[in-house]
C-alpha cells in the first residue's frame, strides 16, 4: 500500500508514527527508479507525489522552488517556457529501468540525478541550494537556503542529495537554474578505439573551448544513435553550447585540433540535442531486457582500461561519458561485481552502481559499491543522526 | 579587545596537565613541529578576526597526516579541545584557538603532490596556498576557480573549511563545486578517504558535507581539486550609475538574460572613494554606484556578450562606460577594486561582513544598511560580488574605542539578519566561526540547528573539533 500524504504535516504525522511503531517505510516519488539500491524488505510506500507544484520562480534570479513531488516534465516546461534551464541535465530512467509514471524532482535530487554536462556543470547536488524534508523522528527540518552561496552551517543539502530516501523524505527543493544556451553543435570524430578517443577527449578539454559534453561511442552502440545515422566507424563526440557567433569559433578552433586524431564532421542543432538527449538516457541499452547494467564512475583516464581488462574475462559492452569517467555497461549475463569493482580498485578508485538486473540477480549483489570499513561506519552513524530508529529502506544503500 | 562573543569554558581536566600533555605531543613531532613557549603562541592567538584572541595551549605544526593522526589520537583519548588552522586569515574567527585547545596548523604541509592533466585534476596537500595551485597549472593552460581576495595567503584546507568562494564564482562554483576529493584524520585518528578523481560519491556525500564545516568533521590534510582549462581572454567593462537602485537592477538583468559573466563587481560612493584615493585607477567620481563585469571567451565570444552587456547597462540609465581596450586598462580596471581592503584598512580599522541576498533585494539591502549604519552613527563601504548576492559590508570604525567597536559589532549583527530577513544567508563566503555563531538562531529553527548538530555528533562525540563555533553555546545537546 502507498501513502499519499498532501501536506508537509501529514508526511511528518505518518513518518513520526511509523518511527512511533517501529514500522519500516519507503519513500518514493514517480517510482520510475524503483529498482535502484539493495532489496529492501517490502514496506509501506510513502509517495511525494501529492506534494505537487510550483512554488516560487523568479526567472531573473534563476531560481526554483517546488514541492518534491512535482513532476519533471512541469519543470522543464515551465522552465522552457522562460528559456531556461536544469544545467545538470537530470537522466529519465524509464527507458533504461523499463519503468512507467512520472519522474519527480525529488526523486531527481535524491538520487542525485545528472546527465552529460555534469563534467563541467555540476551534479545535481550542485544545483540544490535548498530543502525541506522530513527527518527519522517526524520532524519538519530545513536546510541550505535560496541564495548561490547557501552553505551556513552544515551542509546537509548534500547529504541528502543522493541518500536514495534513507536519510529523510524530501518535502521541498529549492535548485539554481541556468539559461538554454542559444546554439549547441556537435563535433564527430570517426574511427577511434576507446584508447584514442580518451586522449582525444582529454586533449578537447584541455583547449578553452568549453566542451560541455564528452561521449565516446564504441561500434557496437553507434547504430543506436540518431537513427544508425552517425558517421561510420566509432563516433568520439564533442558538444558545444552558447551564443551562435562564439559557438561559430569554437567548433572552428575544436575541429582544427581533432583532425589530428581522426575525421571530423559535425552536427547541427537539432541533432545535437536528440544525440545528447540519447546519451543522458543510455539508449542503447534501453533494451526491454534485464541484462545487467552498470555506472560506473572513475577518473576519465581509467575508464577504457577498465572496459578493456574485463573484456577479457566478461561478456560487456559499453560506452563512455563524462570523457571517459561516466562508463556505462551492459553485461550479457553474469553482473561480474567483485571482478569489475577489483579492476576499478587497482586503476585507482571509483564506484560502481549496479542500475538494472533481475530480482534474482539485485538479491544477491550489493548495489552500491561497498565502502572501506571507517566510511561505512562513519555513514551509519550519519543515518543514525537522521533516522534514530531504522525506519528509512534499511539496507537500501549498504 | 571585544567581548561580546563567548567562548566555552576551557576543561579544567585539561588546563591542569598542560605540562603533561605537551611532554606527550613532544614525543609525537619533531621539535621543529611544535610549540609551546608563550611568546611563540602569539601569533596563532587570532585570526583575521583580530578584535577576539585567546592565547593556546600548543601548536603542532605536522609534516605528514601520520602526524595529523598521531596528535589527533592522542587530544581524542584526553579529551583536548583541536583547534584546525590552515594560514588563519578567516574572518569569522573559525581558527581563533581558546586556552585549553592545540592548534593544529597544516602550515607545513604544502606540497602540490600531482598534477594530472588527462583527469584535469591536482592532488595537494592541505597547506598549499590557494594562488599556488593556478601559478602552478597556468603555463600549461589551466587554473583551479576558486579566488578569495586573500588567495595568496590562504590555504586549501582552510577554503575546505569555509567552502571559500571569490569574484570568479559566479560562472565556477565555490569551493564545493571544485573538490573531488580528500584525505582526511577523524577524530579518533583513523584516516579516511573521500572521493578522488571521479565524480559523485559511492554513498552518503560525506566529502559534500565536510566541504564547509568549518574544522568541525575532522582535518582535512590532502586534496584532489578540478582543474579546469583556462579561458582564451578575460575582459571587464566598468559601468557608473547614479542609485544603486539602477546598479542592482542591471545586474539582475544581465543574470536574467542568459549571458553568464564570469564576475559581477559592485562598489558604493564610499568605496569607490576609498579605492580611487589609494589605487588611482580612474573610477569616476560622480556616480552612486559602480559595476565592473567581467566576460572570458575568445574575441569573438566577448565582443558579442559585452555588446549585450553594454545594451542593458544602457536600459538601466548608465552614466559612465568604460570598456578596456587593452591588457593594461583592463588590469587598472581590476586595480581598485582588489585593493578594496588594503585600501580601507588605511583610512579606518574595518569589519568585513558577508552575508547573502536574493538578487532582486540587492538594492533594497543596500538601502536598509546605510539605515543601520546610520543609525548606529557609522560609516559603511559597500564592495561585493554581486552576480550572486554576495554581500560585504565594511563596516568603519576606531578599534581604540571600545564603544565604537561594540557599536560596529552590533551594527554588523542587525545588517545580517537583515540579509536573513530579506530571504537570504547569514554567510556567503567566510563561514559561520565564532562572529555569526550566535546569529544561527535566526536563520534556523530549533529542531534544523538539532538536527545539524546531531549529524556533528556522529563525526565528533566529545565535541573536541573546533568546538566554540558554528552552533550558538548553549542549547547543545548532548549525545
Known amino acids: 500500500m502507498t501513502l499519499i500524504p498532501n501536506s508537509e504535516v501529514d508526511a511528518a504525522y505518518i513518518i513520526r508514527n511509523a518511527a512511533n511503531d517501529g514500522k519500516k517505510v519507503a519513500l518514493c516519488g514517480g517510482s520510475t527508479r524503483a529498482g535502484f539500491g539493495n532489496t529492501a524488505e517490502p514496506a509501506e510506500m510513502v509517495s511525494s507525489t501529492g506534494l505537487s507544484g510550483i512554488v516560487d520562480y523568479e526567472p531573473a534570479e534563476m531560481v526554483m522552488t517546488v514541492r518534491a513531488g512535482t513532476p519533471v516534465a512541469e519543470i522543464e516546461a515551465t522552465l522552457a517556457a522562460n528559456r531556461q534551464m536544469m544545467a545538470f541535465e537530470p537522466m529519465d530512467h524509464r527507458g533504461v529501468m523499463g519503468t512507467l509514471g512520472e519522474p519527480t524532482i525529488g526523486g531527481v535530487f535524491a538520487a542525485n540525478v545528472s546527465g552529460p554536462r555534469r563534467f563541467v556543470s555540476g551534479a545535481a547536488r550542485d544545483s540544490l541550494l535548498g530543502i525541506r524534508f522530513i527527518n527519522g523522528r517526524g520532524e519538519a527540518i530545513r536546510a541550505g537556503g535560496r541564495v548561490m552561496k547557501n552553505v551556513t552551517g552544515l551542509d546537509l543539502v548534500k547529504l541528502l542529495a543522493g541518500s536514495h530516501g534513507t536519510l529523510g523524505f524530501l518535502t521541498e527543493v529549492t535548485f539554481r537554474v541556468l539559461p538554454v544556451p542559444q546554439t549547441v553543435e556537435t563535433i564527430v570524430i570517426s574511427g577511434l578505439d576507446d584508447a584514442a578517443a580518451a586522449k582525444a577527449m582529454a586533449a578537447a578539454m584541455a583547449l578553452p573551448v568549453e566542451v560541455s559534453g564528452s561521449a565516446h561511442l564504441p561500434q557496437t552502440v553507434r547504430f543506436r544513435f540518431l537513427g544508425g545515422g552517425l558517421p561510420a566507424g566509432e563516433a568520439t563526440v564533442l558538444r558545444l553550447e552558447g551564443l551562435a557567433a562564439s559557438v561559430a569559433v569554437r567548433a572552428e578552433k575544436l575541429a582544427a585540433v581533432m583532425q589530428a586524431f581522426g575525421p571530423v564532421s559535425r552536427l547541427g542543432q537539432e541533432e545535437s540535442q536528440t544525440l545528447w538527449r540519447q546519451v543522458r538516457d543510455v539508449y542503447p541499452y534501453s533494451d526491454g531486457t534485464l541484462k545487467p547494467v552498470w555506472r560506473v564512475s572513475v577518473a576519465p583516464s581509467a575508464g577504457h582500461q577498465l572496459v578493456a581488462a574485463l573484456r577479457l574475462e566478461a561478456g560487456v559492452d559499453a560506452f563512455y561519458d563524462w570523457q571517459g569517467g561516466l562508463v556505462w555497461m551492459r553485461m550479457e549475463a553474469d553482473p561480474e561485481a567483485d571482478l569489475l569493482r577489483r579492476y576499478i580498485r587497482a586503476l585507482g578508485g571509483g564506484h560502481a552502481t549496479l542500475l538494472r538486473a533481475s530480482d534474482a540477480v539485485r538479491a544477491q549483489t550489493q548495489a552500491f559499491e561497498p565502502q572501506p570499513d571507517a566510511v561505512a561506519a562513519l555513514s551509519a552513524r550519519v543515518k543514525q543522526k537522521l533516522d534514530p530508529a531504522g525506519i528509512f529502506s534499511p539496507g537500501k544503500m549498504g | ?479
Not at chain 2, 583513523?190 to 568549518?214: F, M, N, P, R, W
Not at chain 2, 537602485?245 to 564570469?262: K, Q, Y
Not at chain 2, 546610520?374 to 576606531?398: E, S, T, Y
Open chain 2, 1 to 479: 579587545m571585544a567581548d561580546t562573543i563567548s567562548f566555552l569554558k576551557p576543561r579544567e581536566a585539561v588546563l591542569s596537565r598542560r605540562a603533561a600533555i605537551i611532554a606527550d605531543l613532544t614525543e609525537l613531532l619533531p621539535p621543529e613541529c611544535l610549540v609551546h613557549e608563550a611568546r611563540e603562541l602569539v601569533p596563532f592567538e587570532t585570526d583575521a578576526f583580530v578584535s577576539y584572541r585567546r592565547l593556546p595551549m600548543a601548536v603542532a605544526l605536522p609534516k605528514t597526516t601520520a602526524q595529523v593522526a598521531a596528535v589527533m589520537k592522542y587530544c581524542n583519548r584526553y579529551g583536548i579541545p583541536v583547534v584546525p588552522r590552515g594560514a588563519g586569515t578567516s574572518l569569522s574567527g573559525g581558527a581563533i584557538p581558546q586556552e585549553d585547545a592545540v592548534v593544529l596548523g597544516l602550515s607545513k604541509m604544502s606540497r602540490i603532490l600531482e598534477v594530472d592533466y588527462a583527469n584535469r585534476t591536482a592532488t595537494v596537500q592541505a597547506g598549499v596556498t590557494n594562488l599556488n595551485i593556478s601559478e602552478a597549472v597556468g603555463i600549461d593552460g589551466f587554473f583551479y576557480a576558486p579566488d578569495p581576495s586573500s588567495q595568496l595567503a590562504c590555504t586549501i584546507g582552510g577554503n575546505i573549511g569555509m567552502n571559500s568562494g571569490g569574484a570568479h564564482c559566479l560562472k565556477y562554483g565555490v569551493t564545493t563545486n571544485n573538490l573531488l576529493g580528500v584525505k582526511m584524520v577523524l577524530v579518533d585518528g583513523t584516516v579516511i578517504e573521500l572521493g578522488g578523481k571521479h565524480l559523485d560519491a559511492a554513498g552518503y556525500d560525506l566529502l559534500g558535507l565536510v566541504c564547509g564545516s568549518e574544522g568541525q568533521l575532522g582535518i582535512v590534510t590532502e586534496a584532489v581539486v578540478r582543474l579546469i582549462a583556462k579561458p582564451e581572454g578575460a575582459r571587464p567593462v566598468l559601468f557608473g550609475f547614479d542609485t544603486s537602485e539602477h546598479a542592482g537592477a542591471c545586474v539582475a538583468d544581465i543574470i536574467g538574460s542568459g549571458i553568464i559573466p564570469v564576475a559581477i563587481e559592485f562598489m558604493d560612493k564610499p568605496a569607490i572613494e576609498i579605492c580611487e584615493a589609494f589605487a588611482h585607477a580612474g573610477y569616476p567620481l560622480d556616480v552612486e554606484a559602480l559595476l565592473i563585469v567581467e566576460v572570458e571567451g575568445s574575441e569573438a565570444e566577448m565582443d558579442a556578450m559585452l555588446k549585450a552587456i553594454v545594451e542593458i547597462a544602457g536600459r538601466h540609465g548608465v552614466k559612465t562606460v568604460r570598456e578596456s581596450q587593452s591588457a593594461t586598462e583592463a588590469a587598472l580596471i581590476w586595480k581598485g577594486r582588489k585593493s578594496a581592503f588594503g585600501a580601507t584598512g588605511r583610512i579606518a580599522d574595518y569589519i568585513c561582513m558577508d552575508g547573502t541576498v536574493p538578487l532582486g533585494k540587492l538594492s533594497y539591502v543596500l538601502n536598509k544598511t546605510s539605515e543601520i549604519i546610520d543609525r548606529f552613527g557609522l560609516r559603511v563601504a559597500n564592495v561585493f560580488h554581486a552576480g550572486d548576492g554576495n554581500m560585504h559590508p565594511l563596516i568603519l570604525f576606531n578599534a581604540n574605542d571600545p564603544e565604537d567597536a561594540a557599536r560596529a559589532e552590533e551594527a554588523g549583527n542587525e545588517i545580517l539578519k537583515l540579509c536573513v530577513d530579506a530571504g537570504g544567508c547569514l554567510t556567503g563566503e567566510h563561514g559561520v566561526g565564532i562572529e555569526k555563531r550566535d546569529l544561527m538562531r535566526h536563520q534556523y529553527s530549533e529542531a534544523d540547528l538539532n538536527q545539524q548538530m546531531a549529524v556533528r555528533y556522529a563525526f565528533d562525540e566529545d565535541w573536541i573539533l573546533n568546538p566554540s563555533k558554528v552552533f550558538p553555546l548553549d542549547g547543545r545537546p548532548t549525545a
